[in-house]
């Protein structure tokens, strides 16, 4: 081992203290945990990328409003579970101002975060027709989703979207669909882990097949607005955040606030189920459920016993962002345009010192510089890159652990690097490189 930034006896002696068989395929979480320790021991700060946490402060109206309502005593109350109507409102006309659907404020839900959206649905799509038990996956996708089907013991079937862009996701889909097993399929748009964005054509071909086969699309637009290719801000203005929701009436949304509003901490989500399937009935769902409606049973089967709805001061302060972004008071896509300025610099040190983009197209186009981004390092699994590389002081996750067939690709996070951390970052790809180059 060379004189590496970190120095290699410390890296060792905490990896072997930390149990990890494999580094690189340790969760999100274990690497943020060994990274700390590392740093700690040695003193060197990490240029830190494994974890997808908002870098930004909170919206000041969201906080203002949530301390106003528990000012006002909401803390004592249960809020109603389908949400409270000020906020329901606010989501219906959010997604009619900024992606063009129109969809009842009845039909729009809060959720404790997107993590529980998922959970939910995935809780109810799986018991809608007795006869179909299995989730399919476009992956890459978000490891906890597929921990979420571990724990509920649910089927699902993934597979890995690089080589199915444009005309070629039609035939791929048709092969799961026509088996007949699959109720629904999840993506999340712009990608996380690898910052693709399903382009219009795509998004129809999803549409269409949903239509023809009968199946629910989950679209979790985790980060929404975040294409910074488009400027989707403007208030009832094209272009809209593009979606399925064009081409179908079969779908539930997941918007998350975390990253979007950088409210993560408050734990609040919004799922927006079409009014088409929030008004279905599935004979089938009385198996499980005292009522057959799908909306009802969201409410009133799933999310009740999760949770028993959402906290309610944090609902107020949901409400209060979404009405300023929804009269145009507030721009929330403007103040995270940083992650994507970020991005463009970091892909370009990388490129630089060796290393590819690994999920670098959206069909012909070059992907948006966003939340995330995904590299490789030529002769390097990504397993091994990624140890390798905690020798130099930067940390990621391997794409090995998102469903990904690339197993070369690693993902880097681009929320937590300061802007005062780039020359830092420069000199230790450099010295990767200079040590690894064949
Ligand atoms: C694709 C995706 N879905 C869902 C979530 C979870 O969102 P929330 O914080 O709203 O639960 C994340 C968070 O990183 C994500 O990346």
Not at 56 to 64: A, E, F, H, M, T
Not at 262 to 287: C, W
Not at 391 to 407: F, P, V, W
Request: net charge neutral; hydrophobic share 40%.
């Amino acid at each position: 081992m060379k004189n590496t930034p970190v120095p290699s006896q410390i890296v060792k002696e905490k990896i072997k203290e930390s149990g990890l068989n494999a580094v690189g395929n340790a969760s999100i979480r274990e690497i943020k945990k060994l990274v700390d320790t590392i740093e700690q021991a040695s003193g060197v700060e990490f240029i830190r990328m494994e974890m997808g946490i908002p870098g930004l402060p909170p919206s000041k109206i969201g906080v203002d409003a949530q301390v106003e309502a528990l000012r006002k005593g909401v803390a004592a109350k249960y809020p109603d579970i389908q949400g409270i109507p000020e906020l329901k409102q606010e989501i219906s006309n959010f997604v009619k101002n900024f992606m063009n659907i129109n969809v009842s404020p009845s039909s729009c839900l809060p959720t404790v975060g997107s993590m529980q959206g998922g959970f939910a649905s995935f809780l109810t799509l799986s018991r809608i027709h007795k006869d179909r038990d299995t989730t399919l996956f476009i992956d890459p996708g978000f490891p906890v989703h597929m921990q979420q089907h571990k724990v509920l013991d649910l089927k699902f079937e993934s597979f890995d979207v690089y080589d199915f862009r444009g005309e070629k996701l039609r035939e791929k889909l048709e092969s799961y669909f026509s088996k007949g097993h699959i109720h629904s399929v999840l993506y999340s748009n712009p990608n996380n882990p690898s910052w693709i964005c399903f382009t219009e054509k795509e998004l129809q071909i999803i549409g269409e097949l949903a239509n023809k086969y009968d199946i629910v699309i989950m679209e979790d637009l985790a980060y929404f607005g975040m294409d910074f290719r488009k400027d989707f801000s403007q208030a009832g203005k094209p272009p809209y955040q593009h979606s399925v929701a064009n081409f179908t009436n079969n779908y539930i949304l997941f918007i998350s606030s975390s990253k979007a509003f950088s409210y993560a901490g408050e734990r609040i989500g919004m799922m927006v189920i079409s009014d088409a399937l929030f008004n279905r009935h599935f004979p089938d769902l009385k198996r499980y459920y005292s009522n057959d409606l799908f909306g009802h049973t969201m409410v009133f089967g799933t999310l009740y016993p999760l949770s028993s709805g959402t906290s309610h001061s944090a609902q107020f302060a949901l409400a209060a962002m979404l009405k300023a972004a929804n009269n145009g008071s507030f721009n929330f896509v403007e103040a995270v345009k940083i992650y994507g300025k970020k991005a463009a610099l970091m892909k370009k040190l990388f490129l630089k010192h060796g290393f590819k983009i690994v999920y670098d197209k959206d069909e012909e186009e070059p992907i948006a510089d966003g939340f995330y981004f995904t590299y490789s390092y030529p002769g390097f699994s990504g397993v091994e890159l990624l140890e390798k590389m905690i020798y130099y002081g930067i940390s990621a996750i391997s794409l090995d652990i998102t469903g990904s067939e690339r197993h070369e690709g690693i993902r880097a996070c681009t929320s937590l690097i300061r802007m005062d951390q780039m020359e830092a970052l420069e000199e230790r790809l450099k010295r990767f490189d200079a040590d690894h180059k064949a």
